[in-house]
């Protein structure tokens, strides 16, 4: 799914929820996305994503665990 815009759209997205994390391009065209905060904002966020780039993601890989706190923000990582 790289070169659509979606890493900056999703930071955008972001922009709206309490999430820290990130999104960053792997090496075989796969996209990461990785958010922190509460379970209900989280939920929010991915809905979110879901509804301005889901024409843009043709599956998901959802892993749930408790957040570590290692984040500050919500960025974009190369």
């Given amino acids: 799914m790289q ?3 979606f ?3 999703a930071r955008e997205v972001a922009c709206g929820y309490d999430v820290t994390g990130f999104v960053r391009n ?13 379970e209900e904002e989280v ?5 979110g994503v879901q509804d301005n780039l ?3 993601i043709r599956g ?9 706190g290692e984040f500050n ?3 974009i990582r190369h």
């Fill in 26 to 38: 792997l090496p075989d065209g796969r996209v990461e996305l990785v958010a922190e905060g509460d």
């Fill in 3 to 5: 070169g659509v815009g």
């Fill in 43 to 47: 939920r929010e966020f991915l809905r």
């Fill in 60 to 68: 998901t890989d959802e892993r749930w665990s408790d957040a570590m």
């Fill in 54 to 56: 889901g024409s843009y």
């Fill in 73 to 75: 923000r919500f960025e």
């Fill in 7 to 9: 890493r900056y759209s």
